[in-house]
């Protein structure tokens, strides 16, 4: 079978004689979902996730080939044998399992496990899942990517290799229950680590600046010192030399300027936005993405609200701007409608597939039509996707920018102002506007009265603990890891107790800093934030097909080997 199902009759029914087609996917949510709006013309079960893995209890990939040894899951046998009862009976196999590398893999080993009922197996990609998408993707269907297969089982075999070869150097060296070393994990460890001694060993510096209260009329204004004063016996004689002086308009800037609309949401911004706006953990944040793709019940129906959850791309397909321009276009008025859509484009470097970003399949279920309808917290994360597409589409913000820089005695104030005079894509998505001082209108030369001058001090600060939302945005600037395996990797460091939370902070505990130091005595190498780098470029090149898993696998473990056995002398 390739392409359309040559077995398949008009419509996608089975010939007479025959069952129906089977569509597996992964989750019993999304299968329901599917069921119904493919009403009766395919059997649609779920693998409820993998259902083969390496070993749970020993290494599990052969040191001579590093080929992997997969069994079935425990518990996924009945599973296994239903899929299969139902298999044998049904003209043709579609496998719908998410559209990403731990997909295609569940895709690959149900595939292997059902090659022998001798039935047509195809794959089928649900990038949303809406009744069209849903009918468009199971009269399309395509093969198993065998690339993206390898990559998924080249990430696994890394992150085994870590796991089962480094961990018990670590159990001889740090004593305690459930420690592990893990390929991004540890990266993301010392990231919080290194900061966190940056903070402890950082001394502030105290400096000093004058402000000055200025009036015009009725209109007032603060304007402060250009530079400020790192010694504070020059600071107070600059101060009560300023006293009763006159201070004179040098520059006066009054600019309009526009700002586009920020991109829709990926993965990590996702996560980071939810993390900042809402407080969720990334973890959360992706459970549920989850179900919001896969589809909720609303007033007796399933819907599926937002297309694919795992992307690292801004890019907006043409359906989806024409869906968001129709709302803008319906719900505004004129004025925050640009003349042409938006589709953004793919992020620069580790971008995977050809996926959109994140927007709601349908714009005009809006978030306050969901209230009361599902969870409080869908709706809430929902409500920041729903936004942030809608802003994407809408016309640019306008501000006017003041600036004025005057001078008194020859030391120089400034003051910067901005004044939204169209709100624009801001109606929708109002996080993080900063307008500033109100600054009248002024003229060079002119001479300004002052109200009050004050002396203020302040020091210099140590860098910010990570929060979830910066340490996504940090490991995907890096290039450490995947968007879609953050929430894994952050939930891992807590589980660990590698890490603890200083009110939305993170910060890692004495266990966590005496883990990584010693993976970074005998592992300097494997935990560079450079090389976990590297590694990822080399799993999207096996990907591309411009890296093969063997010379990848044989590479990593090569330069392993001899630092194991040198920690094992030790």
Do not use: C
Request: no cysteine; glycine share 8%; hydrophobic share 35%.
């Amino acid at each position: 079978m390739s392409g359309k199902s040559k077995n398949k009759s008009k419509g996608g029914k089975a010939k007479e004689g025959k069952g129906k087609p089977l569509l597996l996917v992964e989750s019993p949510t999304k299968a329901r979902t599917l069921a119904q709006y493919l009403r009766g013309r395919f059997v649609v079960l779920a693998s409820k996730g993998h259902v083969k893995d390496l070993p749970p209890k020993e290494l599990g990939v052969d040191l001579k080939t590093f080929e992997p040894k997969y069994e079935l899951i425990r518990g996924k046998g009945k599973t296994l044998a239903f899929i299969k009862k139902v298999a044998r009976e049904s003209e043709y196999i579609l496998i719908g399992s998410d559209p990403d590398r731990e997909g295609e893999a569940i895709a690959h080993h149900l595939a292997e496990e059902l090659k022998r009922l001798k039935k047509p197996i195809k794959r089928v990609l649900f990038y949303e899942i809406t009744p069209e998408a849903v009918r468009e993707a199971v009269e399309n269907p395509t093969d198993i990517d065998e690339k993206k297969v390898e990559a998924q089982k080249a990430r696994r075999v890394l992150d085994r290799l870590v796991g089962y070869l480094i961990s018990p150097i670590l159990w001889k060296k740090v004593k305690g229950w459930g420690l592990s070393a893990g390929r991004v994990q540890t990266a993301a460890l010392r990231l919080i680590v290194e900061r966190e001694r940056e903070i402890k060993a950082f001394k502030p510096e105290p400096f000093w600046h004058i402000h000055a209260h200025l009036k015009r009329g009725k209109e007032e204004f603060v304007a402060r010192t250009v530079r400020e004063f790192k010694d504070e016996g020059k600071a107070k004689e600059t101060y009560a030399r300023l006293k009763g002086k006159d201070f004179v308009v040098i520059k006066y800037v009054r600019k309009e300027e526009k700002k586009s609309p920020p991109p829709p949401l990926k993965t990590s911004t996702l996560q980071q936005v939810a993390n900042t706006v809402l407080g969720f953990s990334a973890e959360k944040t992706m459970q549920l993405a989850q179900r919001l793709f896969e589809g909720v019940e609303i007033d007796g129906k399933r819907v599926g609200l937002i297309t694919y959850h795992r992307t690292d791309s801004t890019r907006l397909s043409r359906k989806g701007i024409n869906l968001l321009r129709k709302y803008v276009k319906e719900n505004f008025p004129q004025e925050y409608l640009p003349k042409r859509g938006r589709p953004y484009g793919r992020d620069r470097g580790n971008v995977q597939g050809a996926h959109e970003a994140i927007r709601p399949t349908y714009p005009n279920i809006t978030p306050d039509s969901l209230k009361g309808k599902i969870d409080e917290d869908l709706v809430k994360l929902y409500d920041i996707i729903w936004r942030r597409a809608v802003a994407s589409q809408m016309s640019p913000l306008r501000y006017e920018r003041r600036e004025v820089i005057l001078e008194a005695d020859g030391v120089r104030f400034k003051a910067e102002g901005r004044k939204i005079t169209f709100d624009g894509w801001s109606r929708v998505w109002p996080y993080n506007l900063r307008e500033g001082e109100e600054i009248p209108d002024l003229k060079e030369g002119e001479v300004l009265k002052v109200e009050s001058l004050k002396l203020v001090k302040d020091e210099t600060k140590p860098p910010a603990r990570y929060t979830q939302a910066s340490l996504v945005e940090e490991l995907e600037k890096r290039g450490i890891g995947r968007p879609s395996t953050y929430a894994t990797i952050i939930s891992t460091l807590f589980k660990r107790k590698y890490v603890y939370r200083r009110g939305k902070a993170l910060a890692p505990t004495e266990r966590g800093e005496r883990v990584l130091d010693e993976l970074l005595k005998d592992f300097p190498d494997i935990f560079e934030y450079e090389f976990t780098a590297k590694m990822e470029e080399k799993l999207d090149r096996i990907e591309e097909g411009k890296e093969s898993y063997d010379h990848l696998i044989r590479e990593f473990y090569g330069d392993l080997k001899p630092k194991l056995e040198k920690a094992v002398e030790k």
